[in-house]
C-alpha cells in the first residue's frame, strides 16, 4: 500500500496518483499531461502493471509485490533543458542504487540470500543491476512540449520465480535478496529525494554526478556491442564518460556511443535464428 499523504508531505511532489492494478504509469502519464490543469510533478504508482513497456517497445515485467510509477515533470524547474539528454537515464539509475543500497546491508536478515560482496551498479545505458541481475529498468520519454516522463520498474516485494521462465535467471528482487518484505512508502520517499538531488547535479552540470556514472558502471572490462539500427559495433568496455556516452576500445579506436542498445533488434535476432 502506498501513503499518498506522507509521500506528497515527505518529496518534491505535487501530486500523487496511485492504482491497484494499470496497465501502464507510463500511459497513464502521457493521458494526464494532455490536462493543462495537471499539476507537476506527478507521479503515478501502480501495485500491479499489466502491459508495461520498455525501451525500444520491449514488454516491462513487474511482478506482484512490485514497484512501477512514472513521474511527468517539467526539467526546466531542476534547471535541466527540454530535450533529450543521455545523462538522464544514468541520473536516474544513480538515484536507484541510493535508494535499495542500505536495504541491502541494514535489512538483511539471515535468510537473506545477498551474495557478499556483490556489487549494486549501473549496466548502460538504463538498468541496475546486482549480482549480474536485473534490480531495475528506466525508461525516458520526451513529450512534444519538452515535458519529460520518467519510468521506473523496481522490483522489490515481487520474487523472480514468479517472473515467466526466461526471465527468472536474469532478475533479482529485493525481497529475494534480504528475505523480507519493503515497504512502498518509505522505498519511493528515500528514491524521490535521491531522484531530487540527482537532477539537480543534472541542471547544475555537477562534476560529480558525471564521475559516478563511470564509478558505479558493472561493466568495465566487458565485450559489448551496441546496436544502432541495422549497424552494430563491438569492443570492450572502457567506462561510462561524464557526459553519459559509453566508451568502447574497437578494432577502429576508441568510440563513444551516446545512443543505441545492447540488445539486438527483432529483425537481427530473428535473422541469427
Request: proline content about 8%.
Amino acid at each position: 500500500m502506498i501513503d499518498v499523504p506522507r509521500l506528497t508531505s515527505a518529496s518534491f511532489l505535487a501530486a500523487v496518483e496511485h492504482h491497484a492494478e494499470l496497465g501502464s504509469t507510463q500511459d497513464r502519464a502521457r493521458q494526464l499531461a494532455a490536462d493543462a490543469a495537471a499539476k507537476l510533478p506527478l507521479l503515478i504508482v501502480a501495485d500491479r502493471q499489466t502491459a508495461g513497456r520498455g525501451r525500444e517497445g520491449n514488454s516491462w515485467w513487474t511482478g506482484v509485490g512490485g514497484l512501477a510509477f512514472s513521474l511527468l515533470f517539467d526539467p526546466q524547474a531542476f534547471g535541466c533543458p527540454r530535450r533529450p539528454a543521455p545523462r538522464l537515464s544514468l541520473a536516474v539509475g544513480v538515484a536507484l542504487i541510493a535508494a535499495p543500497a542500505p536495504r541491502l546491508v541494514s535489512l538483511a536478515s539471515p535468510k537473506s540470500r545477498i551474495p557478499s560482496p556483490e556489487p549494486l551498479g549501473l549496466h548502460w545505458p538504463n538498468d541496475v543491476f546486482i549480482a549480474e541481475r536485473k534490480l531495475a529498468g528506466i525508461l525516458v520519454e520526451v513529450l512534444p512540449d519538452g515535458r519529460h516522463i520518467i519510468g521506473v520498474g523496481l522490483n522489490t516485494n515481487n520474487r523472480a520465480a514468479d517472473a515467466r521462465p526466461g526471465l527468472r535467471s536474469q532478475v533479482a528482487t529485493l525481497l529475494d535478496l534480504t528475505g523480507r518484505p519493503h515497504d512502498h512508502t518509505d522505498v519511493l520517499i528515500d528514491l524521490l529525494a535521491a531522484l531530487e538531488t540527482r537532477l539537480r547535479q543534472l541542471g547544475a552540470d555537477d562534476p560529480l554526478l558525471g564521475a559516478a556514472f563511470d564509478d558505479l558502471c558493472l561493466q568495465h572490462d566487458q565485450p559489448l556491442t551496441v546496436y544502432l539500427g541495422d549497424q552494430s559495433v563491438s569492443g570492450r568496455c572502457v567506462g561510462i564518460a561524464p557526459d553519459g556516452g559509453l566508451i568502447l576500445d574497437t578494432p577502429s579506436g576508441r568510440r563513444a556511443f551516446h545512443s543505441g542498445t545492447l540488445r539486438p533488434p527483432v529483425t537481427m535476432q530473428a535473422d541469427r535464428s
